[in-house]
Structure formats: structure tokens, C-alpha cells
């Protein structure tokens, strides 16, 4: 059997592989890579959230009767429409 001097001094006489060297900015890529998912997927539950309370307050507040206008056509107070009446 070989001594663990012999082999720990074979490895420490070897160049380290070339991909170690950009480990430590994967490694810092892919944690701000979670990072900003993290952010976003708490943005979208803050906006999902505020849109259910706004539904629910909206849905259950009493509110005036809906008095609809024509989108394109003659505003009921438009001037032409008050002097033809």
C-alpha cells in the first residue's frame, strides 16, 4: 500500500483543474441568481395579495348605483346635448 504522505505530495505536486478556479464566481452567480428569485416571488405575492384584499374590500363596501355612459358618443352634460333638451 502506498503511504498517505506519498499520495498527499502527488496531489499537491499536480496543477489544479482549470474549472476551480471560476467555482467561487458560479458559486456567488447562482446565489444572486436565488437571491432575485426570492425577490421577485415575494413581489408577486405582495401583488397578489394586495389584489385579493382590494377585491374583497371592493366586493363588500357598499357603493352608489353604476350610471353608464356612452365610451365614444354625447356626454349626457356635454353643452350640445343640454341645449337640445
Aim: net charge negative; glycine share 8%.
Amino acid at each position: 500500500m502506498a503511504d498517505i504522505d506519498d499520495l498527499l505530495g502527488a496531489i499537491a505536486a499536480k496543477a489544479p483543474p482549470p474549472a476551480l478556479s471560476a467555482l467561487e464566481s458560479m458559486v456567488f452567480q447562482g446565489l444572486a441568481h436565488r437571491r432575485e428569485q426570492a425577490a421577485a416571488r415575494r413581489g408577486m405575492v405582495l401583488a397578489v395579495a394586495a389584489a385579493a384584499v382590494v377585491g374583497i374590500v371592493g366586493s363588500v363596501a357598499p357603493s352608489a348605483p353604476a350610471q353608464a355612459e356612452p365610451l365614444f358618443g354625447v356626454p349626457q352634460d356635454a353643452p350640445s346635448h343640454l341645449l337640445a333638451d
